[in-house]
């Protein structure tokens, strides 16, 4: 597979070493370096400086950023967080492919921000948890969920959202520097690693959350700069439109249903496709009811996009940053799907290539090249100067969602693998046999763990460089579809059912990772051979349950499943006490009364007056207050001035409004 890319690489390049394209040779010229230098050397004091401002020496100021940021630099850091290098070329790649279909992913995650901020922070915020596993630990008592949960997103971190980025930045840093040996590439991927890893280590997510709020800037501008040259250059937004269904390359293969191949799909203009198994890869089910599950998952229990919202002053800074990262959804469809979309129309041989032969030349797979599309763009558009900063901005995107990957995972082994390993194998290495563990050391692990992340990202580059798909957006939510359901569910009935228990929720996530998995080993090991390579040859088992169940279907039969158990065997057990759920539903959010630790709720129920005396947590109850004292702060830092209140929820109203108008015009 090496070998393969490589000769699809130099038949990019070309013999003369410059950009093989439809227009000549293109290559980075002075200006472009110059751009990129000062791109690194302005980040680099922003990282810096913001780190030696933060909070680095306590757990809150590193992993929290003290509790106290802004809403802009959240809202900011939530958005660039999402928006990595592998929706640059994703979101493009799937617009060159299918139209703009794939904009619905982007539109639903405005309505799931408002769920972001209105309903689920407030009950995190009044927990005071530092990550999502410990609020699933403190919600049901015991470990094994909570355990269990932290391997799983430190996987799923790795595996998807660190190899999609790094694939998607490798495939535009080779093509923009023209280099098609291995060490260019490892020299650039090792670069960035290098940038993001320095963030992270030093200032923690104080950092982290400024320097995204800087290449958000950055993005946005450079991706404005290309969507309008993109526009000027098939003729404007009409012409775009127009022209795109003939937009098909020279040399097509024949399917065998006898169809031709490469030819777009009719509703090219359309967010709300036909259900038809087979005929779209976005059905309007699956987009309104298998994708508000997948998006609820990310957006709302994901430790990556949720830390931002707990690093907030107080609750309205929380909800504005929902709101603005909700406001800058509304650009993804202009600045990336619709020039992905004109690329297919100025490159067709080379974006819409439509034979396997012919894609295996171009870019190494033969399912096809649409993921080029936006490295097309800005390699063949952008005169020299601009052609840097758009390489400055795939990197700001790469580096933007390295870094917030690596806070956030840090943040989840420390919390939820560290403490535990220390508690349960650390007693005998503690004078007072107690085997708690110090601010200094969780600092320590914490940033040991990142440079771990960043040696297992390095050796997961030769992989991820021989599993390119022709659809990287498709690949990426087609995996959040197999493993995601299941925490939506268990998360959804923890906060909004005080009556699930810890078995319930335990086995409701067993059974659906089994069949998640299933599903998994079926999708990837029996895949959808390219049109025009050859007859369908998978078993017919394997047509019912992977070719005819969409993968957004399959989320919501996953969905259900895993709710039917959790709630099943939830009713078959035991009640958790409800003074061990103050603060802990949504429903008692605002409860002042402490709360009981599940652990001691059975065997010490001692309750005055409706109020324990048993405190939560010792790790994070640094300033000793009383258990009183502490439940009440808890309580009040849900409280919002009705004049801002009113603000954040006028500006909610119309954002909704908006995103319905969106989708309606396109639907």
């Known amino acids: 597979m090496a070998e393969t890319t490589t000769m699809a690489l130099e038949d990019v390049l070309g ?6 394209g439809s227009d000549g040779v293109s290559t980075l010229g002075i200006p472009d370096i110059i751009v990129i230098v000062l791109y690194f050397v302005f980040v680099l004091a922003v990282g810096l400086f913001s780190s030696w401002r933060s909070e680095r020496g306590s757990t809150s100021g590193y992993f929290l950023g003290g509790r106290n940021m802004h809403w802009i630099p959240v809202g900011a850091s939530l958005f660039a967080s999402n928006i990595g290098s592998g929706h640059f070329i994703g979101l493009a790649g799937s617009g060159a492919a299918s139209g703009i279909g794939v904009a619905g992913f982007e539109q639903s995650a405005i309505y799931i921000l408002m769920l972001l901020g209105w309903l689920f922070v407030p009950v995190y915020t009044s927990s005071q948890v530092y990550t999502m596993p410990e609020y699933l630990k ?63 280590i030093a200032g923690g997510l104080t950092a982290v959350v400024w320097t995204d709020f800087v290449q958000t800037i950055l993005m946005i501008f450079g991706a404005l700069i290309l969507m309008v040259m993109s526009f000027k250059e098939v003729g404007g937004y009409t012409a775009l439109v127009e022209r795109y269904p003939y937009a098909v390359a020279s040399v097509r293969a024949v399917g065998s249903n006898n169809a031709t191949c490469g030819e777009p799909p009719a509703d090219y203009m359309n967010l709300l496709r036909t259900i ?20 609820i998952w990310y957006w709302c229990t994901d430790q990556v996009i949720v830390q931002r919202t707990l690093a907030s002053r107080n609750m309205i800074h929380a909800k504005a940053g929902c709101i603005l990262a909700s406001y800058l959804k509304f650009l993804p469809l202009w600045l990336l799907v619709f020039p992905g979309m004109a690329a297919r129309i100025l490159y067709p041989d080379r974006v819409a290539c439509a034979s396997p032969e012919e894609c295996q030349k171009i870019c190494g797979s033969p399912g096809g090249c649409s993921n080029i599309a936006y490295a097309e763009l800005v390699l063949q558009l952008l005169p020299q100067g601009l052609s ?38 650390g007693k005998c290495c503690r004078k007072d046999g107690t085997g708690k563990i ?10 040991v763990f990142v440079a771990v992340l960043v040696g297992v990202s390095v050796i997961w580059i030769p992989v991820i460089q021989n599993t390119g798909n022709s659809q990287l957006f498709d690949y990426i939510q087609s995996i959040s579809s197999f493993l995601a359901p299941p925490i ?13 228990t810890e078995p319930g929720a335990f086995w409701g996530l067993m059974v659906g990772l089994a069949i998640g998995l299933l599903r998994f080993i079926l999708e990837f090991s029996y895949t959808v051979p390219a049109c025009g390579a050859g007859d369908d040859t998978r078993g017919q088992f394997l047509m019912v349950t992977v070719a005819k169940v969409h993968y957004l279907h399959f989320s919501c039969i996953l969905w259900i499943i895993t709710g039917v158990v959790t709630i099943s065997i939830s009713l078959m057990t035991c009640p958790i006490p409800e003074h061990s759920l103050y603060r802990l539903t949504y429903w008692s ?21 409706g109020r324990s005396m048993h405190v939560a947590d010792p790790d994070h109850d640094p300033n000793k207050l009383t258990p009183v004292e502490e439940a009440k702060n808890a309580a009040a830092s849900l409280y919002e001035p009705p004049f801002w209140k009113a603000v954040v929820n006028w500006n909610a109203i119309i954002c909704l409004v908006l995103s319905t108008f969106v989708i309606g015009f396109f639907a």
């Open 15 to 20: 013999e003369d070493g410059g950009y093989g």
């Open 138 to 200: 403190e919600r049901f008592g015991g470990q094994r969920i909570r355990v269990y949960l932290s391997f799983l997103a430190l996987l799923l971190y790795i595996f998807t959202k660190i190899s999609a980025d790094l694939y998607a930045g490798a495939l535009f840093i080779q093509l923009a520097l023209n280099k098609t040996s291995s060490e260019w590439l490892y020299l650039s991927i090792l670069f960035l690693l290098a940038v993001a890893a320095i963030f992270t």
């Open 276 to 295: 038809e198994p087979g005929k779209s890869n976005f059905p309007w089910t699956g987009m309104v009811f298998g994708l508000t599950i997948n998006s």
């Open 388 to 425: 840097g900063l758009m390489l400055a901005v795939m990197m700001a995107a790469l580096m933007s969602s390295l870094t917030s990957i690596f806070n956030s995972a840090s943040t989840i082994f420390t919390v939820d693998v560290w403490t535990l390993v220390r508690k349960w194998g």
């Open 438 to 447: 110090s601010e200094r050391e969780k600092l320590i692990v914490g940033r």
């Open 488 to 500: 939506c569910a268990v998360y959804l009935l923890a906060i909004f059912w005080a009556r699930t």
């Open 589 to 609: 959010r605002k409860d002042d009364r402490p709360r009981v630790p599940i652990e001691d709720a059975y065997k010490t129920p001692s309750v005055t007056n």
